[in-house]
């Protein structure tokens, strides 16, 4: 069967379960089990004879949402947090990983390019970083102490003030893709940009190691979720342009609900990078060793929750349904 046919042959049944998902309608047991059965079979046919499809990808989704109806409780988990971030969010994520991708494409790019630019123009870094910053920087490396910048402020008022104001990029590079998306790419591109010519700073006075050692203590967390975040921002942004089935309005509605949930997910990350930056990148004077295991260990935490477990879950999810 055409995959045109067999959309348009099951196309009430499936509207009728988004119906009992979204809207959260009560119905028997036995009737929501014979849905999720015939759903199954849906989903079967569609991995057998559609793979790689729209039609698989929205009928994964659709059982996602039948399935928790299905084995939700009547009474609201006191562990929802840790449901929602253990188990709820990665089997959610999991469509999302090539957005995650792009963003984390047009980040690596941009920073290529902040970097070249920075190589190519004298002025570049002080037109991104500041004349204020470049010369402190610069007053710090003469004194011998070129991450003096991370010592200054207390720990705990430093810790607050980051932390928060990550939350807030976070937010922003989210609420940016309501203009299609454009608005997250220009976020985007302005934090790589800074980053790439801040490194390239640092390498052209000899820094590039003692710098990357103490940045990335606390950077390898912050910028990861800054990338999930924008990742949030384009995942609304294509819900305005490319509505599939959906009119435009409840695509965006859909669209919106994912990203935030996407954002919110990222909050747990980003107090661990303000702690980090706040009480741990100041002391400059660590052995290397345990830098770097600071910095594989958050590289390995984010690429764990973001790519690996969502793929684990979704894969117990897929076992799942094949045993109904």
Request: aromatic share 14%; proline share 2%; net charge positive.
């Amino acid at each position: 069967m055409r995959e045109a046919a067999f959309v348009k042959q099951n196309k009430d049944k499936w509207l009728k379960f988004e119906r009992v998902v979204q809207n959260n309608i009560s119905i028997s047991p036995s009737e929501l089990s014979k849905l999720y059965v015939e759903l199954t079979e849906d989903l079967n046919y569609a991995q057998t004879f559609y793979s790689n499809s729209e039609t698989l990808a929205y009928l994964n989704e659709l059982s996602v949402g039948i399935h928790q109806k299905i084995y939700k409780t009547k009474k609201e988990s006191k562990n929802r947090i840790y449901q929602f971030y253990t188990k709820e969010f990665p089997l959610f994520f999991y469509k999302y990983r090539s957005t995650l991708l792009l963003a984390f494409l047009l980040f690596i790019g941009f920073s290529a390019v902040g970097a070249y630019s920075a190589s190519a123009d004298d002025g570049f870094v002080r037109l991104i970083l500041g004349d204020a910053y470049v010369n402190a920087t610069i007053e710090n490396i003469q004194k011998g102490d070129p991450m003096a910048v991370y010592k200054k402020a207390n720990q705990t008022d430093m810790f607050l003030g980051i932390t928060l104001n990550n939350i807030k990029v976070a937010l922003l590079a989210f609420v940016a893709g309501i203009l299609a998306g454009l608005g997250t790419i220009y976020i985007v591109i302005q934090n790589a940009i800074m980053l790439g010519s801040f490194q390239y700073f640092f390498y052209e006075q000899g820094l590039l190691w003692e710098s990357a050692r103490t940045i990335w203590i606390h950077g390898t967390i912050e910028i990861s979720v800054i990338i999930v975040a924008a990742c949030a921002g384009l995942v609304m942004g294509k819900s305005l342009l490319f509505p599939k089935t959906y009119t435009r309005l409840q695509s965006f509605s859909q669209g919106v609900k994912a990203g935030l949930k996407i954002v919110i997910s990222t909050i747990p990350f980003f107090i661990i990078a303000g702690f980090l930056e706040g009480f741990v990148t100041r002391l400059t004077g660590m052995p290397d060793w345990l830098a770097i295991i600071i910095i594989v260990s958050s590289l390995f935490l984010i690429i764990y929750y973001y790519i690996i477990l969502p793929q684990l879950i979704h894969n117990k999810h897929a076992k799942q349904l094949h045993q109904l």
